[in-house]
């Protein structure tokens, strides 16, 4: 029986995700007689954890469904063992970007990824603790409909049930590497505020999240466009579409990766940067792996710490770590296409290609990030307020923000080189949850 597995990584308070996203691979295991590992990976504190314990204690028992619930001591155990298996040549460094001290987006779901190989997974399919499902006609609209339906199988087989095909007909016999939607509500990324109070800081600042040849047509597009996902409209019907996934069409809350992917190539295990999650996305649409794009968008909403004076300011240096890495990202990208391509006679991502565009690549001058770190550090102070004093606190994190971005790429050096042998040292060995033996 085909082995899915649907993760929801969590750091605060959702046991009301957590019966929502058991409820959806209930579905799944239901309508498409798969066996769904549900696999809830939880960081958060003493209160939140005993209550997302009790949540999944009271989930009822579901045909196909098994669900796994791992707290961070669980998840440092199975890597630990992993690591040793591996053979990695620095076991501590590896632990640490695979469960750092800080908030990373890439490092929660690589933690992810080998787990859901561990389980004999063949897909990964992700959900985050701040969204929730749309519905029509009194029952929820999930996802893992449309990730169930083409994960895997061949595009050109694909082709007939999706509303339309944008994929090249040359790219048909390649099997479908990514299923994805958006959100719908609040915007992912709080510059909402931003655009509200100076729409010309607003068009500086998210602007360096983009190529410095952009022609200013697109980038005035681009940069309207970004962080909204796809707006507010309700659902009313699917809508489906086989391409190449553009990324900026799908948000990490609502998106499926095939093993082909991420057990070639992790994620950048980058700390306090939001977005590092998305590399595998930007990857797979350069080398051209086929996906489906559809509308079966998640509700997106802040959390009560997210508007809090401590979360705005997390928030405002994860999105300056986003701006100085974009540039460094944009490099791999452009070296990972450059030579034999990021794919391998099967058609598999090169991990080796990867690699070396993260050693070799060209990353930007010292000088043009500095510059890119002082538009952001004057756009704040030019909108006043609580950006003003966020503007301080990166002031005066300058060059360990600037040093940090370096930093991150020679640690997804590391990772990558060492990526093969965890994923190979995860399968057949489980994490053992606490009172089992290992």
């Known amino acids: 029986m085909r082995r899915v597995c649907l993760t929801l990584p969590t750091d605060r308070a959702c046991a009301a995700t957590v019966r929502a996203v058991a409820a959806e ?11 769904v590992r549900l696999l809830v990976l939880d960081s958060s504190g003493p209160a939140a954890l005993a209550a997302h314990r009790e949540a999944v204690a009271a989930l009822p028992p579901e045909p196909g469904v098994v669900v796994h619930h791992f707290d961070e001591d669980e998840q440092r155990d199975f890597l630990r063992g992993a690591i040793a298996r591996s053979g990695a040549a620095a076991p501590d460094r590896v632990l640490g970007l695979m469960l750092p001290s ?17 389980l004999g997974c063949t897909s990964v399919h992700r959900r985050d603790s701040d969204s929730r499902y749309q519905y029509l006609d009194g029952e929820p609209v999930f996802p893992i409909h449309h990730e169930l339906t083409a994960l895997g199988r061949r595009a050109g087989d694909v082709a007939g049930l999706v509303s339309r095909s944008r994929l090249d007909p040359a790219l048909a016999d390649r099997p479908v590497a990514v299923v994805g939607g958006s959100f719908v509500g609040e915007m992912s990324v709080d510059v909402a505020e931003i655009r509200a109070l100076d729409p010309a800081v607003h068009a500086d600042l998210v602007g360096l999240s983009l190529p410095p040849d952009c022609p200013e047509i697109w980038r005035r597009h681009l940069v309207d466009e970004a962080f909204r996902g796809a707006g507010t409209a309700a659902f009313t019907g699917d809508r489906t579409t086989l391409a190449t996934v553009d990324p900026a069409r799908v948000d990490m809350c609502n998106v499926a990766l095939a093993r082909e992917v991420y057990g070639r190539v992790p ?24 996906g489906v794009l559809h509308n079966r968008h998640i509700v997106n909403f802040h959390t009560s710490e997210r508007r809090s004076d401590a979360g705005f300011l997390a928030y405002q240096l994860r999105l300056t770590k986003f701006l100085l890495a974009a540039p460094y990202l944009r490099a791999v990208y452009a070296g990972a296409a450059a030579g034999d391509g990021p794919l391998d006679a099967d058609g598999l991502l090169r991990t080796s290609a990867v690699a070396a565009a993260v050693e070799e690549g060209e990353g930007p001058e010292p000088a043009e990030n500095a510059e890119r ?9 030019k909108l006043g307020g609580r950006y003003a004093a966020a503007a301080d606190v990166l002031a005066a994190r300058r060059e360990r923000l600037l040093d940090g971005a370096r930093r991150d790429m020679a640690d997804f050096a590391l990772l990558l080189d060492a990526w093969g042998p965890l994923v190979r040292a995860s399968e057949g060995h489980p994490p053992s949850p606490k009172g089992t033996a290992p």
């Open 102 to 118: 800080g908030v990373s987006y890439g490092a929660c779901t690589n933690r992810a990824f080998l787990i859901a190989e561990a």
């Open 25 to 35: 691979a209930a579905y799944g295991a239901r309508h498409f007689g798969v066996e």
């Open 373 to 381: 770190f002082d538009v952001v550090e004057r756009s704040y102070r």
């Open 267 to 290: 994620l950048p295990p980058a700390t306090d940067t939001i977005g590092s999650d998305y590399f595998l996305l930007h990857l797979a649409h350069g080398a051209r792996l086929p």
